[in-house]
């Protein structure tokens, strides 16, 4: 563990420089730009490792559990989608807190604010851990599940609590990825998530082996990735940053107070988002028929697959963002939106192009004849990706701004716009409709008032907040 320990240190040191070793603007860009590079191959290396790891595990887990055992452990492994809403957006309110407290060089600031936060979820982990102990045995999982055989049955509700109490422990836990973040140091969260791939394919693999239940491939599967995450945590507050650890005496009430303020906001703007977007499934099924949320459903996900690889490369650009506007570096700021936009522009046009031509071709040799798209169908979601592209770039600079309430009120007016018009174009177009109500919603309302923001507003708020010391007023 020592040896492991010093490892890490040495190539922490290696690939990123402290704000002391670089004094100037021009080195700190340099270093900013370098840290989001190696931030960015390491999240796709993770992911690489994440795909592949997957494509060995699925059908080791098919053939050992069944159809209908296999059926459980999907259902239960949707359930981590939800992660992201857990913390109540206190993680992300964290992310911009520390990245500020990073910008002024402040430690102290930092451990509030990681420490105030830690503990906030603790309590709330504990608080829903608690909850879940009085209704989990009146709850029928078998219903649930709706299983049917008497093995599957028994093993549905241990293996559920087994995946809760592991889902609760990560709550907590998940404080060191934002903290790796907000300094500038996200590769480690790639290196850790990889680990955790790969341990857990070890632990689904001996697991077959040994013909093991339910529960060990819960514990393969979820358990892995927890303990990848606590040695990210040990690696984080007991090596690199001891100074920052989370402890009970640097709870503060300012930090509390803040963070809850931007926890909630950015908990909202994640609701709302989230309600825009995964309605285009429900208006599909409940006005087309559930047949057509599977047609629409797979073919989006090949176009899902290009968003999820450009945020690998825009994550680590938020806390960058954030120290940028502390310091007053706002030249890097613009060179770095418009630099991002381009980067991912260039990324999806050919790829889109080539989606639009080959997409039906892709479809059949991927599922075969069950799924059928259409010209039409696939514009439309090239056409959302490429927007989305500009529009994810642009919302890095406004979440490290703390332009929160705006976006929130132009993502509720977005998901209000965009539903009206799926319902509207769906029952005039079909399936095609419903994805080009997306892209007329988002770009009227939602991407269009973003670019006038960042133009015309944003501006003059940075020069502003040049001139204060925001984080030393607040605390």
Known sequence: MKNLSEILVKVRRRLSLSPGVVSDEQGRSRDRGRRVA???FASLGARVVTVLTVFVAVPLMVNHLGEERY???LTLNSFLAYLAFADLGLGNGLLNAVSEAHAHDDRVLARRYISSAFFMLLGLAAAVGLLAALVFPWVPWSAVFATRSKLATSEAGPATLLFLVLFLVQVPLSIVQRVNLAYQEGYMNGMFQAAGSLLGLGGVF?????????MWIVFALTGAPLLAMAANWLNLFLCSHRDI????????????????RLGGLFFGLQIAVAFAFSSDYIVAAQILGPEAATQLGIPSQMFSLVLSILSMFFMPLWPAYAESIVRGDHTWIRIWLLRSIKIGLIFVGPVMVLMVLLGENLLRWWIGEEVHTSLALLSGLATWTFLAT??????????????????????IAMAMTAITLKILLALRFGIEGIVWGTVLAYGLVSLGPALWYVRSVLPRRLEQSANRAIVDELL
Do not use: Y
């Open 245 to 260: 650890s989370p402890v009970p005496r640097f709870v503060n009430f300012i930090a509390v107070k803040r963070l809850m």
């Open 390 to 411: 500009i529009g994810n770039a642009i919302s890095m600079l406004l979440n490290a701004a703390n332009v929160i309430r705006f976006q929130l009120v132009v993502s």
């Open 206 to 214: 001996l697991s077959v082996t040994l013909g093991a239940d339910l």
């Open 71 to 73: 059926g459980v452990w």
């Open 38 to 40: 190696f931030a960015f």
